[in-house]
């Protein structure tokens, strides 16, 4: 049974940063892909970044130069830096675990940018 647990998020004031962190268990970590996806209400579920289990490293436009999405295998963890924090960036932030035609999801971690 694949869980993800995402924690970090939290209530920031614009030009703020917060890390996001994503723990794994019950998967073979170093093998999947994993991606942060965020919602916003009213909006769709988009993809914010993500890096394979290679490590290579992918980024929405609205969040290049600003996020940083990093792994660790040997603690099954996935982080998202999140720096100059935009009011435009508040959503729910969810971890995606993917290795094949498998794909898993997170329960979500609130992010609000506001002053």
């Known amino acids: 049974q694949v869980q993800l647990v995402e924690s970090g998020g939290g209530l920031v004031q614009p030009g703020g940063s917060l890390r996001l962190s994503c723990a794994a268990s019950?998967?073979?970590?170093?093998?999947?892909?994993m991606g942060w996806y965020r919602q916003a209400p009213g909006k769709q579920r988009e993809l914010v970044a993500a890096?394979?289990?290679?490590?290579?490293?992918n980024y929405a436009d609205s969040v290049k130069g600003r996020f940083t999405i990093s792994r660790d295998n040997a603690e099954n963890t996935v982080y998202l830096q999140m720096n100059s924090l935009k009011p435009e960036d508040t959503a729910v932030y969810y971890c995606?675990?993917?290795?094949?035609?498998?794909?898993?999801w997170g329960q979500g971690t609130q992010v609000t940018v506001s002053s």
């Open positions: 995606n675990a993917a290795f094949g035609p498998r794909s898993s």
């Open positions: 019950g998967v073979v970590f170093g093998l999947h892909h």
């Open positions: 890096i394979t289990s290679g490590g290579s490293t």
